[in-house]
């Protein structure tokens, strides 16, 4: 899978926009203190189907009416836009698909709300097949809880995007949000599906191998209780 961020995008209530461009590669934002570096990555967050916003109260989050980001996956584009939460839709989620790049030309705000906006789970689980994220039960024991496993997701996708400075400057934290622990453990469990090394059928694999190591388990102790049970007094 090749995929990048090319577009961070705000658009007004009047249509106005404001737009960061990205390019292929490593890409390194610089500037002085409070003038939303830190805010780009909150947006970008959000966009990738945050259950919230976190982006900073200020400048920015007055400003903006809607965010958008444009993704290059292979030979795709997808732009994903969001309204603030301030406008009360903040769970619905505005998705446009292109195989020509020509439209980068006329991004505005009109071009990401053409079509009706869509519940935030569904907008997600659309981009998660063109990532072709499709493993749904990650688990390696059928008693696991799936609260803490199941589903691979976009969400664990997210953590690798960004080296925010902070962290940068943190020797004991590499990479974003890992100071959590459910959302670094999920992570961490997703990450061979994000990069492509394994599939459902690894897991499902796992599962019946763990199934199976408990019958030997289970049955080996039998075993041992009946040796016991007919040993000569």
């Known amino acids: 899978m ?22 292929s590669g490593l890409n390194i934002i610089t500037g002085d203190s409070k003038t939303g570096k830190s805010s780009l990555i909150e947006i970008v967050d959000y966009c990738l189907f945050a259950g919230r916003s976190t982006i900073p109260k200020g400048i920015i989050n007055d400003f903006a009416d809607i965010f958008a980001i444009v993704l290059k996956i292979s030979d795709k584009f997808i732009t994903i836009a969001r309204p603030n939460t301030k406008t009360g839709d903040g769970g619905k989620v505005y998705l446009r698909i292109e195989t020509n790049e020509s439209f980068l030309s006329n991004l505005t705000v009109e071009y990401c709300k053409e079509f009706e906006p869509r519940p935030l789970k569904e907008a997600q689980e659309e981009v998660e097949r063109h990532f072709g994220i499709s493993v749904m039960d990650t688990r390696m024991d059928e008693d696991e809880d799936k609260r803490n496993a199941g ?71 039998l075993i041992s209780k009946l040796k016991i049970g007919s040993s000569p007094i």
């Open 2 to 23: 090749n995929a990048s961020i090319i577009r961070i995008l705000l658009f007004n209530k009047s249509g106005d926009k404001r737009e960061v461009k990205l390019c």
């Open 151 to 221: 589903k691979a997701t976009l969400r664990s996708l997210v953590t690798f995007l960004f080296q925010h400075q902070n962290l940068i400057a943190n020797k004991h934290s590499l990479f974003y949000r890992f100071d959590d622990f459910y959302k670094r453990k999920k992570t961490i469990d997703d990450f061979a599906v994000l990069i492509g090394w394994e599939s459902s059928e690894y897991f499902l694999l796992l599962r019946e191998l763990e199934a199976k190591k408990k019958e030997l388990n289970a049955e080996e102790k």
